[in-house]
């Protein structure tokens, strides 16, 4: 069983898997029901919306492996206790664990990658299997990092999905419990305290964080109680060029 909500990652596993290697194995394709998007791109009988906490007997009698590739649905503790599930996840972990990993990653400078794991009742925790690290350059802002992270895990998906499959793996339980950041901790990131002093590196990643073609996140609030929007555009010159 898949289950992802991101566009990305589902075009690729499809790609992955079209190949004689995998042509005997049986992918059911399903995404979360409040992803209302993907009920207008995709719905179709072979891909699904489906609310896990509802049918995890259903899923524990039918699947033998669980794969996450960012479903955005908690995994009640019945269903990875009973299933094997595994995670792909766009963060280096224990470090930066839950929410846009990338983001807080630049600002607090712990490493940053992608993580396949097994899942257990934490968020994002669990055996890893794999994970690789990938540098953040100083130009970069969170819209570079992720899509370099989303390559590294199609390439660990490439590379390990048999292994997963077969459960020819061995895995590790981190040695640190690592950090996580939530949702609502993101959100309180986007609002600027005009009044605070930090150095203009700080502030430098702080936009470089909050930078990322499609969204608007970072704002602050003006004299006449308007929100404006920032965000910062980087360009490199290399040495050679100069
Ligand atoms: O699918 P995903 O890339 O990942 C998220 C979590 O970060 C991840 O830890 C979790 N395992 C997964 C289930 O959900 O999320 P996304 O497609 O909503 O966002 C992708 C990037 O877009 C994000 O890293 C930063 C950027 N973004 C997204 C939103 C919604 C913003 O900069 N602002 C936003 O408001």
Redesign the pocket.
């Given at each position: 069983m898949v289950l992802t909500?991101?566009e990305y990652?589902y075009e690729n596993m499809k790609e992955i898997i079209d190949c004689d290697e995998y042509r005997d194995m049986n992918f059911n394709f399903y995404y979360s029901d409040r992803n209302i998007a993907f009920n207008s791109r995709y719905l179709t009988n072979d891909f699904k919306p489906i609310n896990v906490k509802g049918k995890v007997d259903e899923i524990i009698a039918k699947y033998q492996l669980v794969l996450?590739l960012?479903?955005?649905q908690l995994f009640p503790s019945k269903l990875v206790n009973s299933v094997r599930c595994v995670?792909i996840?766009?963060?280096y972990n224990p470090y930066n664990?839950?929410?846009?990993?990338?983001?807080f990653s630049i600002i607090n400078k712990l490493p940053i990658g992608a993580t396949i794991h097994e899942m257990d009742e934490n968020l994002?925790s669990g055996n890893i299997i794999v994970q690789e690290k990938i540098e953040i350059l100083s130009w970069e802002t969170?819209?570079d990092i992720?899509n370099k992270v989303?390559n590294l895990e199609v390439k660990l998906l490439k590379q390990h999905l048999h292994d997963i499959i077969d459960h020819s793996y061995e895995s590790i339980y981190p040695k640190v419990e690592g950090n996580i950041n939530l949702k609502k901790d993101?959100e309180a990131l986007c609002k600027i305290d005009l009044d605070k002093s930090i150095t203009f590196r700080e502030a430098i990643d702080y936009f470089r964080a909050?930078s990322?073609s499609?969204?608007?996140?970072a704002y602050f609030i003006d004299q006449e109680g308007r929100k404006v929007f920032i965000d910062i555009n980087l360009d490199v010159v290399c040495n050679d060029e100069v």
């Open positions: 909500d991101n990652l996450s960012h479903c955005k995670n996840h766009p963060g664990r839950g929410w846009f990993p990338q983001v994002d969170s819209f992720y989303q993101f909050m990322f499609g969204y608007k996140n």
